[in-house]
């Protein structure tokens, strides 16, 4: 297999469990990129009972996603795909964020997180490490506070941990705001300080689920492609059109 790992996180909130599910190659050819995937996950769970699924219940979905060229090629997005509580359709919200690339270089092609968390938490993902966190103390912060106190703690801890000089790249960081957290139906998820899946509520989706934030940081190789030397060509032949 290609460009992907074959492998998602579930994290079930309710439960409090984390495991990884193995993803079929002709899925992942016939479904195309996080939308793709995404549309086919949500409608393969809960097709069937769709008209019935609350949007901000424990029952709906919130898949974070990426694509083939995630990693590889600069300005990739990572998909957001749940049941809008805008609209009761399917949405594949795009992120402008660095989360896709971390989860890829972690060893995921994305996430399935299900149910709700009976308090506050927030996922750390750092390569095999997968954690529910509490995260109480960030409950009612906005993107500015978040970035002062959770990413920078989280950071400094990898930091430690892994006992790195100098100041290697801080952890990316997808989250909500108030917003999100009292169910506003149009409200966002938040990346870095100004960039956001806007599109379908899916801020709404993570407040009901009582989800904060989701850290992620990967130091793993990236799938390799079927032909490196034509992927580089054809980069190339990208930034010759963009600039």
Known sequence: MYAYTGKLLEVDLTKEEIKEVELDEEILRKFYGGRGLGTYLLWKELGEKWESVDPLGEENLLLILTGPLTGYYPGMKTAVVSKSPESNGVVGSVLSSEVGLELKASGYDGMIIRGKAKTPVYLFVYNDTVEIRDATKYWGMGGVELHKTLL????????????????????????????????????????????????????????????????????????????????????????????
């Open 152 to 243: 920078k703690e989280v950071h400094e801890e990898i930091m430690k941990k892994e006992k790195l000089r100098g100041i290697p790249k801080e952890p990316a960081m997808m989250y909500i705001g108030k917003g999100g957290e009292k169910g506003v139906r149009f409200a966002a998820i938040m990346t870095k300080l100004m960039h956001a899946a806007g599109y379908g509520g899916y801020g709404a989706v993570m407040g009901s689920k009582n989800l904060k934030a989701i850290l992620v940081k990967g130091s793993k190789s990236l799938p390799d492609v079927y032909d490196r030397e034509k992927m580089k060509s054809l980069l190339r032949e990208f930034w010759k059109e963009l600039f």
